[in-house]
């Protein structure tokens, strides 16, 4: 039975690539992939479709694609049904809360506002601590919201930490690792299992052997 892949386009999307090419399968076409968005693997009956971390999920909840490659934060702010099955250790950054080094949050006393492109991340994050805060959602650029006053701190993604620096803001905690993990539609986990485990044990293997490399 032929298999739909959504991978995350941008961030992800060249660490996905080279994965799969470890792999060994056909994916010269999403090398050079100029506009399109749908990609037939010319080795495996396998369609690959790029599309945006949040409609990754969207598309594989549906069932329109039968496993899914996104971040971690995407799936910690969009918790749906399906499964999570395959950590691939690559795409790694993390949530952490900043704040300008003079405005430290968690010694403020009074209204606390939290600037984030993840809402449901950071409110929980701050419930767990016990602590009522605002939430202002920001869609890009959220090192820029302190700066401006629009809120006391934020809650983002790290990568290198040079958006932060470069912006003087400083880490105050770090609230999750974030890395690709592969999702997998829950029907089709029943009806293709032979074909999605096949997938996973390829990315698996490839994954074990980055891992050991980098040791
Ligand atoms: C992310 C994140 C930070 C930056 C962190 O933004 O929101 O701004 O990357 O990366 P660094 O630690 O390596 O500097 P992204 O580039 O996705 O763009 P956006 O701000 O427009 O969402």
């Known amino acids: 039975m032929s298999l739909s892949i959504a991978l995350t ?34 080795k495996k009956d396998v369609r690959y479709f790029l599309v945006k971390s949040n409609d990754c999920i969207t598309y594989v909840v549906h069932g329109v694609a039968d496993l899914g490659i996104v971040g971690k934060d995407t799936i910690l702010e969009n918790p749906q049904d399906y499964y999570e099955m395959l950590d691939l250790e690559c795409g790694k950054c993390k949530f952490i809360v900043a704040s300008l080094p ?22 929980d994050y701050f419930l767990k601590r016990n602590m009522d805060v605002e939430i202002i959602k920001i869609d890009g650029s959220v090192e ?12 983002d993604i790290m990568e290198t930490g040079t958006t932060l620096k470069e912006n003087g803001l400083v880490v105050l905690d770090t609230v999750h690792e974030i890395s690709a993990r592969v999702i997998v539609n829950k029907a089709a986990y029943k009806l293709k299992r032979e074909e999605i485990m096949n997938v996973l044990q390829d990315l698996q293997r490839m994954v074990n052997q980055n891992v050991k490399k980098d040791r």
Do not use: M
Request: hydrophobic share 35%.
């Open 9 to 42: 386009k941008g961030r992800l999307e060249k660490n996905t690539v080279a994965l799969l090419e470890q792999c060994g399968y056909g994916i010269e076409s999403l090398k050079d992939k100029g506009r399109a968005l749908v990609f037939q693997d010319t």
């Open 144 to 155: 820029l919201a302190p700066i401006l006053g629009l809120c006391d701190g934020i809650v």
């Open 102 to 123: 003079e405005n430290d949050l968690f010694h403020k006393v009074g209204h606390i506002k939290i600037g984030t492109k993840y809402p449901s991340v950071a409110k």
